[in-house]
């Protein structure tokens, strides 16, 4: 099943035909690719900051405890 696609051109509708399309196409992976990227490296934060809090904790430290002795 093909879908085809349309861009507003001075309120015509115009079918991506070519290069268009391909270039089209190839924006619209290199975007998913950007916010899946974005969404990794969120979650990548996310689990080191919990690995550290996780590590403090075994310590009995806290983070305050660190930015009073200036670590942070």
Do not use: F, H, P, S
Not at 45 to 62: M, P
């Amino acid at each position: 099943m093909t879908t085809d696609i349309y861009k507003g051109i001075d309120g015509d509708r115009v079918k991506l035909e070519g290069d268009e399309l391909a270039q089209y196409l190839a924006n619209e992976a290199a975007a998913a690719k950007k916010e899946l990227d974005e969404t990794k490296a969120e979650a990548d934060k996310a689990a080191k900051k919990a690995a550290a809090e996780a590590k403090l904790a075994a310590l009995g430290l806290t983070a305050d405890d660190l930015q009073a002795l200036g670590l942070i």
